[in-house]
C-alpha cells in the first residue's frame, strides 16, 4: 500500500527562524495537502498541491509539489510562537478512496 | 459550505462499555468518510474509511466497528471497550481533491 514518510519527526527553533519539513512517497501521489494540528483539535488544511512542480504559499507557509510526484515540502519562514503544533503531510495516489497521511513533525519554537 | 459535526468531544467510558462516535458532514454529498486515532498527540492511525452508504473498508483489525447508515453520517463503535482503545479519535470527509476534520473526540476508558 501507499505510505508516506515524513521529516524530521520534531523540530526544535528559536523564534524568527525559519522552518523546512518534508514528505516522501513510495508511489507517486496526484495530491499533496499539508495540515497543522493544535493540542486537542482536528488538523486544519493548509496549503493543497494538484500538479507536479507547483509552488503555493499562504502567508509565511509555502509547499512545493515535487517534480517526480513522490515528495513534497512546506516551509515556514520568520517563525512565531504559534506556530507551534503538529504538522502532517497527506495524499491521494492513483485512487481518491484513502487519504494517506505522514507521520507527523512536532514543531516546537522558543520565544 | 461545508461543515462535519463531530460528538462528544469527550468521554470517558469504563472497561467493557459499549461504544458509538458520530460524525455528521452538512452541505456536501457523496463524501468519503474516515475515522482515525491518534495516540499520544502523534500520527494518524487510519482506522475505517468509506466511500459509500453500507461500504465499510476496514484498516486495522481491532476491537472496533464503523457503521454508514446514512450518506453523510459516518458511526464508530464498539461492544465492549478496552483500555487500549483510549484515545484521541477524529472524523474526516472527503470531496474530490482536499480533506478536512471535524473536532475530534478524546476516549478515555478507565
Known amino acids: 500500500g501507499q505510505q508516506l514518510n515524513q521529516s524530521p519527526q520534531s523540530m526544535f527553533i528559536q523564534e524568527g527562524e525559519d522552518v523546512s519539513m518534508n514528505c516522501t512517497s513510495s508511489s507517486i501521489f496526484n495530491t499533496w495537502l499539508w495540515y497543522k494540528q493544535d493540542p486537542g483539535e482536528g488538523p486544519v488544511l493548509l496549503i493543497a498541491?494538484?500538479?507536479?512542480?507547483e509552488l503555493t504559499s499562504n502567508g509565511r507557509l509555502t509547499a512545493q509539489f515535487g517534480i517526480t510526484r513522490k515528495d513534497s515540502f512546506l516551509n515556514i519562514s520568520a517563525s512565531i510562537p504559534s506556530d507551534v503544533g503538529i504538522y502532517f503531510c497527506?495524499?491521494?495516489?492513483?485512487?481518491?478512496?484513502?487519504?494517506?497521511f505522514g507521520q507527523g513533525t512536532i514543531l516546537t519554537v522558543h520565544p | 459550505s461545508q461543515t462535519i459535526h463531530q460528538w462528544p468531544a469527550t468521554l470517558v467510558q469504563p472497561v467493557g462499555s459499549p461504544l458509538s462516535l458520530e460524525c455528521t458532514v452538512e452541505g456536501t454529498s457523496n463524501p468519503n468518510l474516515y475515522w482515525y486515532r491518534q495516540a499520544a498527540g502523534r500520527g494518524l492511525q487510519l482506522l475505517f474509511y468509506s466511500v459509500g452508504i453500507g461500504q465499510i473498508s476496514s484498516e486495522v483489525p481491532q476491537n472496533l466497528s464503523a457503521s454508514r447508515p446514512q450518506d453523510r453520517q459516518f458511526i464508530l463503535s464498539s461492544k465492549k471497550l478496552l483500555l487500549s482503545d483510549s484515545g484521541f479519535y477524529l472524523c474526516?470527509?472527503?470531496?474530490?481533491?482536499?480533506?478536512?476534520f471535524g473536532q475530534g473526540t478524546r476516549l478515555t476508558v478507565v
Open positions: 474526516a470527509w472527503t470531496g474530490n481533491t482536499e480533506a478536512f
Open positions: 497527506a495524499g491521494w495516489g492513483s485512487s481518491y478512496g484513502k487519504l494517506t
Open positions: 498541491l494538484y500538479k507536479a512542480g
